[in-house]
């Protein structure tokens, strides 16, 4: 496997690789270090606009045009040459999709993009591409925007109003996609872009680079290619799109809708009803009920009468990493009158909550669902400026059902974190309640935490584990009041 897609004789390629290095290395110290995905497409960018790198990431045969770029291509410390090099070189609009740190970003912009936007499902991920955005250099920072919807970004990038009679291939849109774990989450973006992409480059780990998302590519486009490996890393390169439609006055109405999974959840337990289960792409647990939740939820109901023998009218009730909403529209059935909340860092995730919160409980009040990243500082501003809606102290219960995977790497830190901001978020006598692995053991964790800490279920897979935090007489979650 080359150390690199670009040779020592490339020589224009090499000094633009420096002057973006050097950019980067102003955001991560140790850069390319941990970033082999951002690097091979750093790479492909620069040796494919200095005309080095053929479509493939493969050495052209001939470099008859690097003379003719080499007296603009010297390397500038600022690293804004990007967008000025030879005028011969037509610097390409960037989407890039599901950056998961800022790095594909920086990359993209540093390699002569011109204008450059970002979406990212994960709200964490959008705040480190924004973070990451402010260690360009200008005039390159801003060409670089983070947006919320792909709708938008396109917008930002071909114009409200294009052309009369301009077509997708004229605008020359390059999507860039970090690769995804779920073929549908890819079939999805292709959907949405698709009319304005003439090129998608997919970049990931090869072990995530199935053939699957290589068939899925050519069902749009004419031609995939697939780049030398370097360092795990990889490159599928889709052109020569298959349907090049004129585009419409509103550059916007090219995204076409998402549309969820739906699918009807048995109850669990007296007191649930069957539950519709909405689920767009991307959305842990799909359109299914989690077998941990369901856990949770039957070992809930079994105590729910002693636990608030007072009412339940007007309860702050929040499940923290909402997924599909199942989980929260199930207790919410259990607690009626109860005000419902929903958190998850997947903007997938918290439109999935919204419709299946909204499937139970008809003539309630409507569930609030916010796209937060939970391990941030509290209190929590949504988009509508709320922060009292996810202050400390503040919750009459609230339920967790933790990952623990990061990406393909188990990890207990994502669900320690998400366990110590749901008893920050109780308030005194709130009671939080845990599904998590039963091999992974929290209850320790939690009794640091709260007290009269109790294992209320356990199987084969999963545990489900309550506490109490501090603050009445008996350590009894407190009445609500209105």
């Given at each position: ?397 609230v339920t967790v059902n933790p990952p623990f995977h990061e990406g393909t790497t188990m990890t207990t830190d994502s669900a320690h974190a998400l366990i110590d901001t749901a008893v920050d978020l109780l ?56």
């Amino acid at each position: 496997m080359p150390r690199s897609l670009l040779s020592n004789t490339h020589t224009v390629s090499q000094e633009r690789l420096a002057v973006a290095d050097e950019a980067l290395a102003r955001w991560s110290a140790a850069w390319p270090q941990g970033h082999s995905d951002a690097r091979i497409l750093e790479e492909y960018l620069v040796g494919r606009r200095a005309g080095d790198l053929d479509i493939s990431g493969r050495a052209v045969d001939s470099h008859a045009g690097e003379a003719a770029e080499a007296a603009g291509a010297a390397a500038d410390p600022s690293g804004s040459r990007h967008a000025s090099d030879s005028p011969s070189v037509t610097a390409v609009p960037t989407l890039v999709v599901d950056d998961p740190d800022g790095s594909l970003s920086l990359v993209v912009a540093l390699a002569g993009a011109g204008r450059t936007a970002v979406v990212t499902d994960s709200a964490a991920a959008g705040e480190a591409c924004r973070a990451a955005r402010e260690s360009l250099p200008e005039p390159v920072r801003s060409t670089v925007g983070v947006h919320r919807t792909v709708a938008e970004a396109a917008a930002a990038l071909v114009g409200d109003r294009p052309a009369e009679g301009a077509t997708a291939g004229s605008v020359g849109l390059r999507v860039v996609v970090h690769a995804p774990k779920q073929v549908a989450l890819l079939r999805e973006c292709l959907r949405m872009v698709e009319a304005l992409a003439t090129e998608v480059v997919v970049v990931g780990r090869e072990k995530h680079m199935s053939r699957t998302l290589n068939r899925l590519l050519a069902e749009a486009y004419g031609r995939v290619d697939v780049s030398p490996g370097r360092a795990k890393s990889r490159l599928l390169v889709a052109s020569a799109p298959k349907k090049r439609a004129p585009l419409p006055v509103s550059a916007a109405a090219l995204t076409r809708p998402r549309v969820p999974v739906q699918s009807a959840a048995a109850s669990p337990a007296p007191g649930v009803p069957e539950i519709l289960v909405s689920a767009y792409a991307g959305t842990f647990g799909a359109a299914a009920a989690d077998p941990g939740s369901r856990l949770l939820v039957r070992a809930f109901a079994q105590r729910r009468s002693t636990l608030f023998a007072g009412g339940t009218d007007r309860m702050r009730v929040l499940d923290l990493g909402s997924g599909n909403g199942w989980l929260l529209a199930a207790v919410g059935a259990l607690l009626p009158g109860s005000v419902l909340f929903g958190i998850d860092d997947s903007q997938a995730a918290v439109e999935s909550t919204a419709l299946t919160a909204a499937s139970v409980r008809p003539g309630e009040e409507p569930a609030v669902v916010a796209h937060v990243d939970a391990t941030r500082p509290l209190p929590w501003v949504t988009g509508e400026g709320r922060s009292t809606d996810f202050a400390a102290g503040t919750f009459d219960l609230v339920t967790v059902n933790p990952p623990f995977h990061e990406g393909t790497t188990m990890t207990t830190d994502s669900a320690h974190a998400l366990i110590d901001t749901a008893v920050d978020l109780l308030a005194p006598g709130g009671r939080l309640v845990v599904v998590h692995n039963s091999h992974l053991r929290y209850r320790a964790h939690l009794q640091h935490r709260l007290v009269e800490v109790e294992q209320w279920a356990r199987d084969r897979r999963f545990t489900v584990v309550s506490g109490v935090s501090p603050g009445s007489a008996r350590g009894e979650t407190r009445t609500p009041t209105s």
